[in-house]
């Protein structure tokens, strides 16, 4: 065989077992009776992570709060990982998320409402982002 056509067969055949894999290792937590309710909790997440970085890229969120915001979604998430250990999420777990989410939505907004702003933030940005490291 030629050897571009051997090179072509181990793309392909590492992109089937590498694209099969991925779609198998995201799942992992989904395996549950109620596969709604994680992915409602996720997407909120990913909502509430988006309303974070928004307020970065615009300024309105400092490098204080930022590292505030971003250890309560990590809570959040731990919170949830650990109600799915048993394979299922309760009411009274899943009323616990909702709330930790709602109270996190309040502090968002309340860091993109608080009249603070990061200083310099032209400066900031046109250094790589290195302000929130």
């Not at 050897?3 to 799942?27: D, E, N």
């Not at 992915?39 to 969120?61: L, P, S």
């Not at 971003?70 to 998320?97: P, V």
């Amino acid at each position: 065989m030629k050897p571009k056509k051997i090179i072509s067969g181990i793309i392909i055949i590492g992109m089937t077992f590498g694209s099969t894999s991925a779609s198998f290792a995201g799942r992992r937590h989904y395996q549950c009776n109620n596969d709604w309710q994680t992915e409602h909790i996720d997407k909120r997440q990913n909502r509430q992570a988006n309303r974070i970085y928004k307020g970065i890229r615009k300024g309105k969120i400092t490098r204080h709060e930022f590292k505030i915001l971003m250890r309560e979604q990590a809570r959040i998430e731990r919170a949830e990982r650990r109600a799915l250990r048993d394979g299922r999420i309760t009411r009274r777990e899943k009323e616990k998320i909702e709330w930790m989410q709602n109270k996190a939505s309040d502090n968002i907004y309340e860091a993109k409402h608080n009249r603070r702003s990061v200083r310099d933030y032209d400066y900031y940005q046109s250094r790589n982002n290195s302000f929130w490291d």
